[in-house]
């Protein structure tokens, strides 16, 4: 299980590069300890978009369980325009699904931790900012 991540805004992906775990940073972000966030953002924009892009690695998985990965455009797009409703009806899909062996997470959960990844994706096009992710899972 994943025991620490965040979604994040950053400028670029060298920025992204310097983000850590127990490290601090000025970054606009949401936590999603618990859970699988490279799973979680397949299944959200398969949801939203009825595609599946690749994953790009920004800090590619090692031996010690850290990796960075930048959410991919379609997703991020979708997420900003996406209303409440919709937000709603694909977290609850997500909690089923991940309530299966993997990543377990309560219905209530998934809706926040959706909705405020979505209000990062809103804030990202403001901003100008990308939005990234990293996570740890030993």
Not at 31 to 44: H, K, N
Not at 70 to 84: C, F, K, Q, Y
Not at 85 to 102: M, N
Request: charged letters at 25%; hydrophobic letters at 45%.
């Amino acid at each position: 299980m994943v025991l620490i991540g965040e979604f994040f805004l950053a400028r670029d992906d060298e920025s992204a590069r310097q983000v850590r775990p127990r490290s601090s940073h000025d970054f606009p972000a949401v936590r999603c300890d618990g859970i699988y966030p490279d799973d979680a953002v397949l299944t959200w924009e398969a949801r939203l978009t009825g595609t599946r892009s690749e994953l790009r690695d920004v800090v590619p998985m090692a031996n010690d369980g850290f990796t960075v990965f930048a959410v991919p455009e379609p997703l991020s797009a979708a997420l900003a325009a996406a209303g409440r409703d919709r937000l709603r009806a694909t977290a609850l899909v997500w909690a089923e699904a991940a309530s299966e062996p993997g990543d377990p997470i309560s219905p209530d959960d998934a809706v926040d931790l959706l909705e405020r990844a979505a209000a990062l994706a809103i804030s990202r096009t403001e901003k100008h900012l990308d939005l990234y992710c990293w996570y740890f899972a030993p």
